[in-house]
Each structure stands twice: as C-alpha cells, then as structure tokens.
C-alpha cells in the first residue's frame, strides 16, 4: 500500500508539472500573439493601384484604410476608415473602385478574422462611393443620409440606405457608438462627419484638409460661402477632438480643421 501512494503521488507530480508547462506555453503563445497584434502598424495587399489597399493602425480598434487613383494624371491618395467592434467590422466609406473594395474585404477578413457587417458613406463622389456595389454584392448595410443616397443614384451609383435622417445621430454597434453629424454645407451640400467619442478621433471626410495642403482643393459641388462655417461648427461641437482624419491626405491632432478653416478665409 505505501509503495502504491509513493507511485500515485509521483504520477501526480509528473501531471501538475506537465500541465504546468502546457499552461505556461500557452499563455506565452498568448501573449505573443498579442503582442503581434499591437506591434503591426501597417498591413497591404494587391499588386498595383488597381486593386492596392493599405491599412494603417490608429489603435487596436480604428485603421485607417488607404487607396489610389489617377485624377487627370495625379495619383491621388484617398483615405477611410475602419473600425473594430464587438459586433463586427464598420466602414467608413469606400475606396475608389469596385476592385479595392474587393481587396479591402479579404484583406481584413484575413487580418482580423471578421466581417464588415456595415459601411457609412459621407458623401456622393467617388472616393467616398466608388466600392458600393461590392459591398452590396457582399450583402454589407451601406448607410447614407437621404441626400446622399439620393445624389448616388443622380450619378449613376448604387443607391445606399438612406437611414440617416438627423443631422445628429447616433449609431450603435456592441459597444461602440459612431456619432453621425452633419455640420452644414461645404465640400458638398451632403458632407457628413463621423465622431468616434471613445477614442476622440473625428472622421471629417472631405470637408478638411491636411496641414500639407496649400489650398482648398475640388470645388466643383461646393458650398464656399457656407463651408467656412461648416468647420467652426465641427470646431466648436467637437472641442476634445485628439486625432482628425481628412479623406486626402495626413491625419493629425485638431489643428488641421483650424488650417482648413484658414484656408477658405482667404477665398474671401
């Protein structure tokens, strides 16, 4: 009997400290890909312009998604956004093509694991519309105000749900809420914004212009008179704004709706 206790208790110490270890390999596998997680700052994919598409880390929770197209010989950049919640992924506008779009999908299916369960877009022009219809096809809710879905159409656009009906309004998805404003006119008359309180980062779209900008940029369906009081409005409503994301070009801290709001003064 005491031969067979002195047996079981060493089996018993041989399973704790395999087990142990099995714990322990598996909190430093964990850990490590946690760590991958927060390291990783940039992912890409596609072979050239016609299907690239970069995702560029803000946090663990918001990536800015980024894109290219040739406008009358200029390789212009566009930016948008994508943010991670409980629920799935939301996107804040498309890229230019239908075909960045498609890459764009199996890019954050394959680095996150989820999928895109709906996208808001800020305005009628291509940049912001361009991928609709793949995220139709995709059966992805594409939101919009009525003006906007309205103007898509006008344009030959895929016409997206236009439930945004306030110019305040707040969508939730899990535990995460986008606050949908609509500043008044400027780059558009439909020129909407996206405010991210948890992380005070305002998504401004094409109603902002980076620092590195000397000029306002495309007028062509622009309110001038109106937009420079678009912007006090989003400097006033939005006063702890830490990070602004303009549709081309750099983000950075609130100083860029202070410099676009420079550069309309001197329109007049």
């Not at 212009?76 to 093509?97: A, C, E, H, I, R």
């Not at 075909?99 to 999928?115: P, R, S, Y």
């Not at 939730?172 to 909407?192: C, M, Q, R, W």
């Not at 409005?233 to 081309?248: A, M, R, T, Y």
């Amino acid at each position: 009997m005491k031969k067979f206790k002195r047996v079981f208790i060493i089996f018993l110490g041989f399973v704790l400290i395999v087990t142990m270890s099995s714990c322990s390999n598996k909190t430093k596998e964990t850990t490590s890909m946690r760590d991958k997680k927060v390291q990783e700052s940039i992912f890409k994919s596609g072979t050239n312009d016609s299907n690239f598409v970069q995702l560029t880390k803000i946090n663990d929770n918001v990536w800015v998604h980024t894109t290219y197209y040739n406008i009358n010989g200029v390789r212009t950049l566009s930016n948008g956004l994508l943010v991670l919640t409980t629920k799935g992924l939301v996107l804040l506008d498309t890229p230019w093509t239908n075909d960045q779009t498609k890459e764009l999908i199996k890019l954050t299916k394959e680095k996150f694991n989820q999928n895109i369960i709906a996208a808001i877009v800020t305005h009628a022009h291509m940049d912001r519309i361009g991928g609709i219809k793949t995220l139709l096809d995709n059966k992805i809710d594409v939101k919009s105000t009525p003006l906007t879905a309205q103007m898509a159409e006008k344009l030959g656009y895929d016409k997206p749900n236009p439930v945004i009906t306030n110019n305040d309004e707040i969508l939730s998805f899990g535990e995460t809420k986008l606050e949908v404003y609509f500043p008044g006119e400027g780059h558009t008359a439909d020129n909407i914004v996206v405010w991210l309180p948890k992380y005070k980062i305002l998504y401004a779209g094409c109603i902002a212009k980076p620092l590195e900008s000397n000029d306002i940029g495309n007028t062509k369906d622009a309110n001038i008179k109106e937009w420079p009081n678009s912007v006090q409005n989003l400097i006033n409503k939005f006063p702890s704004v830490e990070i602004v994301i303009p549709s081309h070009g750099k983000w950075g801290s609130k100083q860029i709706l202070t410099h676009t709001f420079d550069l309309l003064k001197k329109l007049f």
